[in-house]
């Protein structure tokens, strides 16, 4: 497997997407009658790609990534996470989910909410200690091991959400609307830590944001979506350089990428 | 600063009480008085009655001065060992208590974890458990002893035991059910994307989130237990215990050995509260709660 990942890393052209998405449809049936939360969604994603999806609320955008994470399961069309379903997938633990809110666990500290996934998957106790270690100073939290959740801000608790979506090391990190709850200036600051992390861990992103600016200054890849059927857009390739200072935000490109952003968001909610 | 401000309102009350008291002391025992003064053809003076209803020896309801004496008598100054001290007694009752109310925390978790992990349970378990509270416990605990002496498990601690864990695994079993529940979506959600089995979500989620209700469920579930030991003990025949006192009082017209045994029990009750909630406290801190 190793192997194979490193032979398909020097030839990029024929790299396999790490998260396939060919047709997908999911219905709900409601009583009020069937909902068509997606509509024939087409997406690759590659290694070491940073996808945001972005949207209105109710185009689908957290249902497609809860399909990728195998929490929902699509009614029509295929999709593989590592060349597995998503649900083998979620049971080889290949991605970290991070979720609107932190949702840690308060009875734990800080240091034993990182190291709820490795104690249920079974990490020898020095494994965990190191890994906890280790992920707590990757999100800057080093020293906060022992305080309790209620003794954070809203931003550290979401840090530390981020840190336990880490600490296992998948290749894969699933992230809906992780800063939506959180102001406008600990946002700017997180975006910033959460692309060094990316950039230290060359991990493959998925992204869910109503937030234009967050999507145009996170993305590699921006997804854009409508309502009503639940259905992508538009797919932009974003020219940014990986090296993305908080300024960038000012520049020609950047303003571009998020008006082509805007004039797709339109365009599916006038369609 | 915090004594001072709870013990104001809490003397007012119990001095507003003894008011009533006091006033109903001399209301009802001044019947006797009258009647004993007219057949020995006197004419008491006010105070005179007054003073004659606060120390009959079997008044109809003795004065709180009374009952205070007579609780000092039979605690502190009998010994012990003694079937007269209430010291004696109350110790049988805590024991019954104790074991009643362990089991029913025992009873109450476990069909609180069946209620909550199987749709089988959850349909087949709560309306039984519901209809099991709607039986007078008096009617039942004849019963219960009955057949607890018929089993060979005798007429003392066992049937009492179990009187008072039927009434306090309720509270118990109504909390979990709701306490090993309120995890939301999320967090299950959360644990699934670990790939948790069943078991991990169980002890790592439901059982910790579950520990503000079962603390506040154990409260009630004591007292009703305390409840149960002595209506337990009101029906073996009165053998032992303060619940034996109490109909002991009543049955040979001894109104102090029956008040006394009451605000006995009530003291009891009191401390096995208080001291459910000192280590509520205690675990609060030790599972990261916010000092309260």
Not at chain 1, 61 to 79: D, N, Q, V, Y
Not at chain 1, 223 to 235: A, H, K, L, N, W
Not at chain 2, 198 to 222: D, G, H, I, Q
């Amino acid at each position: 497997m190793t192997d194979l990942t490193t032979s398909e890393a020097e030839r990029p052209a024929m790299q396999k997407p790490v998260i396939d998405v060919s047709g997908v449809d999911l219905t709900f049936q409601t009583n009020d009658g069937p909902i068509h939360a997606l509509k024939d969604v087409n997406l690759e994603i590659n290694k070491g790609d940073f996808v945001s999806f972005i949207g209105p609320s109710g185009c689908g955008k957290t249902t497609l990534l809860r399909c990728i994470a195998g929490l929902e399961t699509p009614t029509g069309g295929t999709l593989t996470v590592n060349g597995l379903s998503p649900n083998e997938a979620r049971k080889a633990r290949s991605y970290g989910y991070v979720f609107q809110a932190a949702g840690l666990y308060p009875w734990r500290t800080i240091g034993g909410n990182v190291k709820l996934p490795l104690e249920i998957m079974g990490f020898s106790k020095e494994e965990q200690i190191r890994r906890v270690r280790k992920v707590l100073e990757l999100v800057d939290l080093e020293g906060f091991e022992k305080k309790y959740p209620w003794q954070l801000s809203g931003g550290m608790q979401q840090r530390a959400s981020i840190a336990r979506a880490l600490a296992f090391d998948a290749d894969i990190l699933l992230m809906d609307e992780p800063f939506g709850a959180l102001d406008e200036i600990v946002r700017d600051h997180l975006n910033e830590q959460v692309l060094k992390l990316w950039a230290r861990t060359e991990k493959t992103i998925a992204f869910v944001t109503h937030s234009i600016p967050e999507a145009v200054y996170l993305s590699t890849k921006i997804v854009v979506m409508s309502p009503r059927p639940g259905r992508i857009t538009d797919i932009i390739e974003s020219p940014l350089p990986k090296e993305r200072p908080l300024d960038i935000r000012d520049s020609a490109e950047f303003i571009e990428i998020a008006h082509r952003v805007r004039d797709g968001l339109r365009a599916g909610h006038e369609g | 600063m915090k004594l001072r401000q709870s013990a104001f309102p809490i003397l007012t009350v119990i001095a507003a009480l003894l008011v009533v008291w006091y006033g109903a002391t001399i209301k009802m025992n001044s019947t006797w008085t009258y009647d004993q003064a007219a057949r020995a053809g006197t004419e008491p003076s006010f105070s005179e009655v007054v003073s004659d209803t606060m120390q009959q020896s079997r008044p109809l309801l003795p004065a709180p001065h009374q009952v205070v004496s007579e609780l000092w008598k039979t605690t502190v100054e009998k010994k012990i060992t003694s079937k007269r001290s209430l010291v004696y007694q109350g110790i049988i009752t805590l024991k019954t208590t104790l074991w009643g109310f362990t089991l029913g925390i025992f009873i109450g978790v476990s069909l609180a974890a069946i209620i909550v992990l199987s749709r089988v349970g959850r349909l087949s378990l709560m309306p039984w458990a519901i209809i099991s509270q709607t039986i007078p416990i008096v009617a039942l605990a004849p019963m219960i002893v009955i057949l607890s002496n018929a089993a060979g498990a005798g007429t003392l601690l066992v049937p009492k035991a179990i009187i008072a864990a039927y009434l306090s695994f309720f509270p118990v079993m109504v909390s979990m059910v709701k306490g090993l529940s309120s995890p939301d979506h999320m967090q299950l959600d959360l644990l699934r994307t670990y790939g948790a089995r069943p078991n991990a979500v169980f002890w790592k989620l439901r059982v910790p989130a579950s520990m503000p209700y079962f603390f506040a469920s154990l409260k009630v579930s004591v007292a009703a237990a305390f409840v149960g030991a002595v209506v337990g003990e009101l029906s073996t025949s009165a053998i032992a215990g303060l619940g034996a006192r109490m109909l002991i009082g009543s049955q040979f017209g001894e109104p102090m050995i029956m008040w006394a045994a009451l605000f006995a029990a009530a003291i009891l009750a009191g401390l096995l509260i208080f001291t459910v909630g000192g280590v509520e406290k205690i675990l609060r801190r030790a599972m990261g709660g916010r000092a309260v």
